[in-house]
């Protein structure tokens, strides 16, 4: 589970960061732009999206809107809308409130995601007395929402996690316009790059962000990552998922930002899956947000076994 939070990591900040140490100038000014967004009061977003879904003949769509509003780096409101047109498929409201790098998701979400499908929710979570529930990473938010607060934010992060290594995006810049294109051996290329970074500089960033890994679990990851047998892996993987594309652009002015993003992915002999996503944010007034005082942070361990059937943790418990 710690290997899986940490490589989480890695792709995270290397799909949503356009910029580290040792990047070029076109990088270098996209991080000025988002640095300067860290700079406005609020800003209030709109989403839009859709999912298709390609595999065994069949295919599926389906689409989401999603509005938020951020006050600067401490409080958060998201609220996003999926639909399923064939009616087939019923994933619920999702409301979520970041506070001071905490993110609590509605419990409703969880509940509807098993009657909204037919199933009777699990007693335990149903029962569960408040109404939001954040899950505990086991990571310093605190320190990440401090990080954030800095005008150079997304250097300090990006050194933070990778040290003095250069990944390489692709970063194409016309104008006040940024756009990455890639292609799946580039994007498998990148990830490889980003892990190794993050390997070499796992102490650093283990003692920055409170990982939580000891001695050990940092020597098992590095040598984990530097076997050959990390590279054969992303090798089969580039066979598996020849022909994936994904393209990014985000286009700034001194008052709004858009971004929008496209995921071709084609999984040979098994599915192909599109994804866009498209969102503006703009300029906004700022104003308090009021975090739900009915709220509860879980450990992972505990939120899973809330989710489970009563039955099945019956019988866990009686073997």
Partial sequence: MKLKKTLSVVMAATLSMFTIAGCSSDAMSYSKEVNNLAKWEAVSSQFTGEVN???????????????????????VYVDFKFNDPSGEINIPELKAYIDKGVTYMNKSYYVDTFTGNGQSAPEALV???????????????????EIAKSPDYLD???????????????????????????????????????????????DSSNSGLNLGFDAEKIKEIQTAIKDPSFDTTLNQAKTLIQGSTLSTKATFTDNDYKSEMNINLQVKDMAKVNIKINATSVKAEGKDIEIPASKTILKQDELMKLMTPQDVNDDATAA
């Fill in 127 to 145: 029962n569960l007395p408040y109404e939001y529930i954040a899950i505990d990473s086991g990571m310093d938010m605190k320190a990440i929402t």
């Fill in 53 to 75: 879904v390609e595999a065994q003949g069949e295919s599926k769509k389906l689409t989401f809107t999603g509005t938020s509003y951020n006050k600067g780096q401490d409080q």
């Fill in 156 to 202: 300090n992060l990006g050194k933070m996690i990778f040290g003095d290594s250069n990944i390489g995006l692709p970063l194409v810049k016309n104008g006040r316009e940024y756009s990455i294109n890639m292609n799946s051996d580039e994007m498998i290329d990148l990830f490889s790059k980003a892990a190794k970074a993050m390997a070499n500089n796992l």
